[in-house]
Nanobody, 121 residues
């Protein structure tokens, strides 16, 4: 069984910073892409940032220059450093990863349970 566990969410004032972490555990053979998505109240889930195993990254335009995604492949962990946070960044942030549990099975998309980020004064 594979689990993605996020941590690091919370309440922060506008202009502040937070660092989210997501650790994958369980029966893992290989992880390809890892990333972060978010869902604000009343809105659809949207991509925030993704990272391939080789380190190529992709960001939503709304977070470019403020958020940085990184990963530690040895620890099966992905991070999201969020700086200069704005009220519109308030959302539940979900970790996402494409995980292969054994060599001959396909990569399957997995989701974490989400962590709430609230940006408010």
């Amino acid at each position: 069984q594979v689990q993605l566990v996020e941590s690091g969410g919370g309440l922060v004032q506008p202009g502040g910073s937070l660092r989210l972490s997501c650790a994958a555990s369980g029966s893992i053979f290989s992880i390809n892409a890892m990333g972060w998505y978010r869902q604000a109240p009343g809105k659809e889930r949207e991509l925030v940032a993704t990272s391939t195993r080789g380190g190529s990254t992709n960001y939503a335009d709304s977070v470019k220059g403020r958020f940085t995604i990184s990963r530690d492949n040895a620890k099966n962990t992905v991070y999201l450093q969020m700086n200069n946070l704005k009220p519109e960044d308030t959302a539940v942030y979900y970790c996402n990863a494409d995980i292969q549990t054994t060599l001959y099975l396909p990569y399957l998309e997995r989701w974490g349970q989400g962590t709430l980020v609230t940006v408010s004064s």
